[in-house]
Each structure stands twice: as C-alpha cells, then as structure tokens.
C-alpha cells in the first residue's frame, strides 16, 4: 500500500500528540492525587464518588450540631447544677426557719435570705447560652421566660417546646429543656391540715381515748379552759409527732391546728374535745366527714368550698349534698351522706386533693373543718415565696420542707435526663466518627491515585513520545534525493 508524504505526517503528528495528552492527563493526576480528573474518565466511579462525598458532608453536619447540642446542654446542666444547690440551700434555710426556739425576728432573718434565693433562682431560670439564647424558653428562645410581676405572682412567657437537632440519619436529640417542665410543672409534697374547733370538755382524758394515725397522744388531766385544753393536746401530739407524722400548732386562742406533710390525717377522739373530724387525706384525694348536721337552712355564702360560694339550702343533710354537689363541676368536690340512712353525716371528697371549707354557719352544716391537702403542682417560685412569707408571718413551714424535696427531686431527675442525652451524644458522636472513616476509606479507593502506578505509567509514557518523536525525525530525513546527490 503506497503512504503519502501527507497521510505519513498527519499520522505521526496524531500519535505524538496522543502520547503528550496522555502523558500531560498523567502529570495531571500526579499533582491532584487524584485518578479520576473528569466524570468522562469513569461515570461509574464518579458516581460513587459523588455520593460519598455527599454522606461525608452529611455527616460533617450531623457532627456540628452534636457540638452544638452538646454546648447548649453542658451550659444546662451548670445552671441546674446551681439551681439543686439553691434547693438545697432554701430547704437548709427551711429546717432552719422550723425550729420553734425561735424568735420572730430570727425568723425574718431567714426570710430575707430565702427572698435572695428567689432573685438568684430567677436569674438561673433566664439564663442564656453563648449564642445569646434563653435556655429555658421552649422554641421562644429570643424571650425572656420569667418575670416577677407582683409579689407572689410569677408569669412563664415561653412555650412547652423542646428543640431537636438531627445528629444521625434515624435520630434527633432535645438540645434543651423548656422553663414550664423545668420549674413550673413541679409536684409539692403530700400535705394534709385539720383545724379543730374550740373544747368544750375539759374532763380529763384516758390513754387512748385520742388517737392520731392510729397512735395514741396519751392521757390528759382536767384542763382549767378551751386555752389550756388546746395547749395540752398540742404538746400530747406532738411528743408523737415522729410516729403519727402529724404536727400540732395553736393558731388561734385556743384552736388547734393539726398538719402532715404525709399526706393524711385519721383523728380517732371522744366528743367535745375539738378534735371530732375523722379525716384522710390520701393522696391524690381528700375527704371531710363533718359532724351531724343540726338540721337549720343555710344561706347563700354561708358556706365556701374551695373559694367557690354554695347556694342557699334547706335545712337537712340531703339538701346541703345537692347544693355542694350543684358546683361540683367548679370546687371538684362532691358531697355524699355517710352510712345512709342511719347517718346525717355529710362526707365531702375531691378529685383534685383539695378540700378548703370555709362556713358562716357552722351549728348548720357540721363541716367545721377546713382541709388543705396539696399533692398538686406548684412552680419553685411559688413554693419559695411561700416559704418566705410563713417565715415572716412566724408560722409552721413544715409542709414548705416537704415541697422542697419533692422540687429538688424534680430537679434532679431533669438533671439525670441532661446527662443522658450528653451521654447519648458522646455515643453518637463517636459512631458518626466511625461511619465517616468508612465513607472516607471507600472515597480513597475510587478516588485516590496509586503513585506506584502513576510513576510507572508516566515514565512509559515518556519513553513512548521519546520514541515517537525520534522516529519522526529520522522518518522526516528518508528522501530519493539523499540517495542520487
């Protein structure tokens, strides 16, 4: 087959810049590291290698917002830290306040440093993060959570949200905590109060003829007055306070007032002692059977249960239980008759554990006993300003230790649920840690280049256009003319 001078050219030029393109790809790849340069050079592979880069990314933000999360509840966790601390110290300051040697003023002492634990409790609630944030706002993170607006009266303005950031492709984790769960849905201790009515025997009283709890308070001699006689069961109950869990106080002349931060109160007694309510409290609910009604009408307002005014009633026990159990919707107290129809006995029971009986007209209705039993909830700012003023009003602040530890107890679970998630986050940031080595390790075998290999291959390559061009040299200086001249 004849070649033409021209073809000859147009084909070694061709070859030559061949072996240059390839060598020049080669030399590319050396400088990058990297032996796929263009999607063309191996669509496959460029696939792939798109994808992990991709899982790479995504798990480089999974990795961020673990930091994050893990910043934001490490800065929680030192303000709850300091708000168990601030409990402990108000329930310190609480025993303190409890101690009936005590004189008022000392008392007011306490109160003024449990007044500062409150202003200390409230810069802890509005805390903010390093980003300038509330921690304790829900998803209203750019508002202020709490506010004193009046004296005993504190408002939360966030919202019952808990942000979640994603730390995994399946998982998302509460980066916080709102202020509602945190210091306003708070359980108070079960607490239970019976306020006697006044004595009108004086006789003296056997073993066992008074029981509170089950347990007796012992035997009583002749009392001069309604004064003394309430002195001596205050000082009888309480000598079993530690075993029955019921405290005696005077709050009146000569009215005594029996509490239990446990729950209930069973007073079992002879009649005209002032103590002839049989109360349990248990909670979640309370109950007060009064004694037998005298069988007079009673007014509208004559009796007030739970704030709420009963209407007016005929006289007799049927027609008081329809009237209170007319606003039974309002007061969630109802009235049944004890042991019908044998009994006139009214026994009033609550679903919310509250029964606070205030009446005009006692001889009337027979529900002498106010009950107070608090197993609901209460925001530690309350509780606290409670404290103080009982402290300032010099009164029992009992029931204020018992609500203490349930706050400290709620807190400290709250705590334990940070811990965890940091917990949680520290495991899940060391499997993002291995799942990137992975994607990492895939990402350098399709793309990575072997220099092994690119070195060989380049030298190769160079002999090769080495060797082209020469050939081409000397094939240019082949002519019939070098021959004859």
Do not use: C, W
Not at 232 to 260: C, K, M, P, R, W
Not at 296 to 311: K, Q, R, W
């Amino acid at each position: 087959m004849r070649i033409s001078n021209n073809l000859y050219f147009q084909r070694s030029v061709a070859a030559m810049t061949n072996q240059q393109s390839e060598l020049h790809k080669t030399d590319i790849q050396l400088a990058s590291g990297k032996k796929i340069l263009t999607a063309a050079d191996d669509p496959a592979a460029a696939a792939r290698i798109l994808g992990l880069n991709k899982a790479i990314d995504t798990v480089d933000q999974y990795q961020s917002n673990i930091e994050r999360a893990t910043m934001r509840l490490e800065h929680e966790e030192s303000a709850v830290s300091s708000v168990t601390n601030l409990l402990q110290k108000a329930n310190e300051l609480a025993v303190q306040g409890n101690n009936d040697v005590l004189a008022p003023v000392d008392r007011e002492i306490v109160a003024i440093e449990v007044h500062h634990l409150i202003g200390e409790l409230m810069g802890l609630a509005n805390t903010k993060d390093s980003e300038g944030e509330y921690l304790f706002s829900g998803f209203q993170t750019k508002t202020k959570p709490f506010d004193q607006l009046s004296a005993g009266s504190f408002t939360y303005s966030g919202d019952q949200g808990q942000r979640s950031l994603q730390v995994s492709a399946s998982r998302e984790i509460t980066d916080g905590d709102n202020g509602f769960d945190m210091f306003v849905d708070v359980a108070t201790g079960p607490y239970a109060s019976v306020t006697g009515v006044v004595a009108a025997s004086l006789a003296a009283l056997n073993d066992g003829d008074i029981t509170i709890n089950g347990y007796s308070i012992g035997a009583l001699p002749v009392a001069a007055d309604a004064a003394e006689r309430a002195a001596q069961i205050i000082d009888a109950v309480n000598a079993v306070s530690e075993t029955a869990h019921v405290y005696a106080e005077l709050t009146g002349t000569d009215t005594v007032t029996l509490s239990s931060s446990a729950g209930d109160i069973v007073v079992s007694t002879v009649a005209d002692t002032g103590l002839n309510t049989q109360i349990t409290a248990a909670s979640p609910q309370a109950s007060v059977t009064g004694v037998p009604v005298s069988g007079a009408a009673i007014g509208a307002g004559d009796l007030i249960i739970n704030g709420v005014s009963i209407g007016a009633a005929a006289g007799g026990a049927a027609t008081i239980v329809a009237a209170i159990n007319a606003e039974s919707s309002t007061t969630n107290v109802t009235a049944t008759i004890a042991n019908p129809p044998a009994s006139d006995a009214i026994t009033l029971t609550s679903s919310q554990g509250r029964v606070d009986i205030v009446s005009a007209a006692p001889g009337a209705t027979g529900l002498t006993t106010g009950v107070t039993e608090t197993t609901g909830k209460r925001s530690i700012f309350e509780t606290l300003y409670q404290l103080e003023d009982a402290l300032n009003n010099n009164q029992s602040v009992d029931r204020y230790i018992s609500d203490l530890q349930s706050a400290i107890e709620h807190i400290s679970v709250q705590r334990t649920k940070i811990g965890a998630r940091l917990n949680a986050l520290d495991q899940q940031s060391e499997a993002n840690v291995g799942a990137k080595l992975s994607y990492e390790t895939q990402l350098s075998t399709e793309q990575n280049l072997d220099y092994l290999e690119a070195v060989g291959r380049f030298n190769q390559q160079m002999i090769a256009l080495q060797a082209a061009q020469q050939a081409y040299a000397k094939m240019q200086g082949l002519s019939l003319f070098n021959y004859i001249r």
